[in-house]
C-alpha cells in the first residue's frame, strides 16, 4: 500500500498547530503497520533547513505558471519517513509563519501557492513514470490540500482515490471566482455540486465534495460537523457524505512526548511513582514564569493558539476567580491581537499569580504540560486537540470542554471512577469558573489527585490504532471500484 501524504506543515520541519503534529508523526505510524507513506510538502526555508535531503531532485517544468518547480528528495530529520519537499523560491522561499506575511495577515498568493502544492500532488498521483513511485491512495489534510481532487477529477483521472482529512472545518480556504482560471481549473466546478461556496470559491469544500473519502479527527467532531450549528454551512454535504465521514481519533508522537526521556523537561517524570518528578518541573516551571509560592498552590497551564476557537476570552472572563481560588496561571500562546493584549493585561494585574509568554516555543509548551497541575481548554469546538493528550501523559489533569476530540479523550472525575480530567459543558464564563473551582477542590484532595493524575498517565493515545484505522479507509479506497 503507498501513500502520499500531502499537507501545508510538518513538524518537525514546519509547524504552526496541531496539523503539524499530525503529519510529522502519522506518516511514520502507517509505516510502522506496513504503509509505504511517503509526504509532500512546501519547500519553505526552515524545512529545507531541517530535512535531511539526498542531493536527488526531479524537475517539474512550471506547472501553474508561477515558477520553475523541482521535487527534492530526502527523509524526516527523526523519524526518516521518505519526504518530497516541493521546490518553488517565488512561492515557498519565504521564512516565518508558512500562512502569514505578518500576524493576522495571509499571504495574498495562498491561493496559488498551495493550488500548487495541490496540483503537484495530483501530478504525482496520476502519472506513474513521474517518480518512479504511483500512490495507491493521496491522503490530503485541510484546506490547503483541497484542490488535490479537483484536479483528479478535471483531468478525468479516477485514480488514486483521495482522502480528505477535516482537522479545523472553519479554515475554509476561501477565494475570489477568478482563481478557478488562475489555478487551471475549470468554471464548471463552480457550482453547489462543486467547490462553490457562498459565490465563492471554497478549497476546502472543494475537499470534501471530489474526494472520494473524508474524514476527521475525532468521532464527536465528525457528528457535530453533520448539524447546522457546527457545520460552516456544509453540514449538508458532510450529511450526504454520511457513512462515508469517518472520526479518527488523532494519536500523539510517544518519543517526542515521553515524560521519561523529554529533554525538555527540568526532570523526568516516572508514570509508577510520578509526583517527585512532577514537583520538579512544577518549582523549575514558575521560576521561569515569575510565579511565587510553593508547590502547594494549584498550578493552572494554557497552552494555545489564541483565537476565538480556543475559548481564551472564557479564560478571560474567569481569572480573577481562578486567583481568587489561591491558584495560579502559567500562560503560552500567541494569536490575536487583542486576545495577547488582554491576557498581558491579565498578568500585569495578578503579578506572582498569573505569568505569561507571548509567541512560540515549543520547549516551554514541554514544561508546562510537566509542572502543571491542570490544563485548561476550554475550547469552543475542538477537531481533536492534541494538548490534552500531552497533558494525560505528563500527569497534568485536562479541564476541558465537552466537546470534540476533549469529549472523546478526558474522563470525567465526576461521572467516571476512572475520571482523568475536569469536563464542562458550556462555553460561558460561570462555567470555566465552576471547573477551575472543582479543579482546585480536586487538589486540595490529595488522594483523589494522585488517583487521577495514574489513570491520566494509564491512558493510551499512541498512534497505532490510528494508523490502523486509517489503513482500513485506505484499503476500502482501493478496492472499491
Ligand atoms: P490546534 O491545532 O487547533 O492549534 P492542537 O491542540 O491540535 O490545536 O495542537 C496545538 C499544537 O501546537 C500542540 O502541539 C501545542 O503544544 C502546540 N502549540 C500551540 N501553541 C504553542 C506555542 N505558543 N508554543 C509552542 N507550541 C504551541
Ligand atoms: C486542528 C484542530 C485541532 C486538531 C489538529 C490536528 O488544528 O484545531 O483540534 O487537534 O487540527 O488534527
Not at 37 to 66: F, N, Q
Not at 81 to 105: F, H, Q
Not at 330 to 356: F, K, Q, T, W
Request: proline letters at 7%.
Amino acid at each position: 500500500m503507498k501513500v502520499l501524504f500531502v499537507s501545508s506543515e510538518a513538524y518537525p520541519l514546519v509547524k504552526t498547530g496541531g496539523l503539524g503534529d499530525v503529519a510529522g508523526a502519522l506518516p511514520a505510524a502507517l509505516r510502522d503497520v506496513g504503509v509505504d507513506a511517503r509526504i509532500l510538502l512546501p519547500a519553505y526555508p526552515d524545512a529545507m533547513g531541517r530535512a535531511t535531503l539526498t542531493g536527488r531532485s526531479v524537475a517539474l517544468g512550471d506547472p501553474l505558471g508561477v515558477g520553475e518547480c523541482r521535487l527534492l528528495e530526502g527523509s524526516m530529520p527523526d523519524t526518516g519517513c521518505p519526504l518530497w519537499l516541493l521546490d518553488c523560491p517565488p512561492m515557498y522561499e519565504r521564512s516565518g509563519d508558512p500562512y502569514m506575511i505578518t500576524p493576522g495577515n495571509d499571504w495574498p498568493d495562498n491561493f496559488k501557492r498551495f493550488a500548487l502544492l495541490a496540483k503537484v500532488a495530483a501530478m504525482i498521483g496520476a502519472a506513474g513514470d513521474l517518480m518512479d513511485w504511483r500512490p495507491n491512495v493521496i491522503h490530503a489534510h485541510d484546506w490547503q490540500t483541497g484542490l488535490v481532487p479537483a484536479y483528479l477529477k478535471a483531468w478525468s483521472v479516477r485514480r488514486p482515490p483521495v482522502l480528505f482529512t477535516i482537522h479545523n472545518l472553519h479554515y475554509m480556504g476561501i477565494f475570489g471566482q477568478e482563481i478557478l482560471g488562475m489555478v487551471g481549473l475549470p468554471q464548471n466546478q463552480f457550482s453547489i455540486e462543486g467547490l462553490e461556496y457562498h459565490g465563492l470559491v471554497s478549497m476546502l469544500k472543494a475537499g470534501i465534495q471530489y474526494s472520494q473519502a473524508v474524514s476527521t479527527v475525532s468521532p464527536s467532531y465528525a457528528r457535530e460537523i453533520q448539524t447546522p450549528y457546527e457545520g460552516q454551512g456544509l453540514d449538508g454535504l458532510l450529511r450526504q457524505r454520511g457513512e462515508k465521514l469517518r472520526g479518527i481519533l488523532n494519536g500523539i508522537d510517544m518519543a517526542a512526548w515521553d515524560p521519561l526521556t523529554d529533554p525538555h523537561l527540568a526532570a523526568p517524570i516516572d508514570p509508577a511513582n510520578p509526583e517527585p518528578g512532577k514537583a520538579a518541573n512544577k518549582a523549575s516551571l514558575k521560576r521561569q514564569m515569575g510565579l511565587d509560592g510553593n508547590g502547594s498552590t494549584p498550578l493552572f497551564g494554557l497552552v494555545s493558539r489564541f483565537v476565538e476557537q480556543k475559548g481564551i476570552d472564557l479564560v478571560l472572563g474567569a481569572i480573577n476567580r481562578l486567583v481568587g481560588e489561591g491558584a495560579q496561571l502559567a500562560i503560552l500562546g500567541s494569536g490575536d491581537r487583542h486576545l495577547e493584549y488582554e491576557l498581558n493585561l491579565a498578568a500585569s494585574r495578578h503579578p506572582g499569580r498569573v505569568g505569561i509568554h507571548v509567541g512560540y516555543d515549543e520547549r516551554l509548551s514541554h514544561l508546562i504540560q510537566a509542572g502543571s497541575d491542570f490544563l485548561l481548554v476550554p475550547s469552543r469546538f475542538e477537531p481533536c486537540g492534541l494538548t490534552q493528550l500531552y497533558a494525560l501523559r505528563y500527569g497534568t489533569a485536562p479541564v476541558v470542554r465537552r466537546t470534540g476530540g476533549l469529549a472523546d479523550s478526558v474522563r470525567s472525575v465526576d461521572e467516571d471512577p476512572e475520571g482523568t480530567g475536569v469536563v464542562f459543558d458550556h462555553a460561558f464564563i460561570d462555567a470555566v469558573e465552576w471547573a477551575v473551582g472543582r479543579a482546585v477542590a480536586l487538589f486540595h484532595d490529595p488522594d483523589t489527585m494522585a488517583r487521577v493524575r495514574r489513570a491520566a498517565m494509564a491512558q493510551d493515545f499512541s498512534w497505532k490504532r490510528s494508523a490502523q484505522e486509517y489503513l482500513k479507509v485506505y484499503t476500502d479506497l482501493m478496492t472499491a471500484g
